[in-house]
């Protein structure tokens, strides 16, 4: 897996599938794939907020609006879009066509799955922000 954003999605889509193979051994991953979804989809949306937001506030407090700013938002919408995009077509996705695309995903174990999961966990803002909670 490489580069940026598009290695997130591809753990994400990765670690979806190890969920898709598995229900029928155990329900609960259901459930599980259901809330890692919303939770990605939440985690997308907060991200752009935030990011508009720091921009505007960037602008307000230079006074003047430059092209580069504009261009960086654009970016930033895109990039959420198609993340956004990513995980409709994830959810819609029905439960007949899971065979399908195990044939076409490459197998992840559990331990695979784990290693992703705690590398998705770590990009998290809590995670990230928990060494400045214990210095203070």
């Not at 999605?9 to 259901?34: G, H, I, M, P």
Request: proline share 1%; aromatic share 10%.
């Amino acid at each position: 897996v490489s580069g940026g954003e598009d290695e997130i999605q591809q753990l994400q889509k990765a670690l979806l599938d190890y969920l898709d193979e598995n229900t029928e051994t155990d329900a609960s991953l259901v459930f599980s794939r259901k809330f890692y979804i919303a939770q990605w989809f939440r985690d997308t949306t907060m991200e752009t907020e935030k990011a508009i937001k720091s921009q505007k506030d960037e602008d307000s407090s230079e006074g003047t609006h430059h092209a580069k700013d504009v261009e960086t938002t654009g970016q930033i919408m895109h990039r959420a879009e198609s993340r956004k995009t990513f995980l409709r077509s994830t959810i819609k996705t029905a439960p007949s066509q899971f065979s399908t695309l195990k044939m076409n995903s490459d197998t992840v174990d559990y331990e695979d799955a784990c290693l992703i999961v705690r590398y998705l966990a770590s990009m998290r803002p809590f995670a990230q922000s928990f060494d400045i909670y214990l210095t203070q």
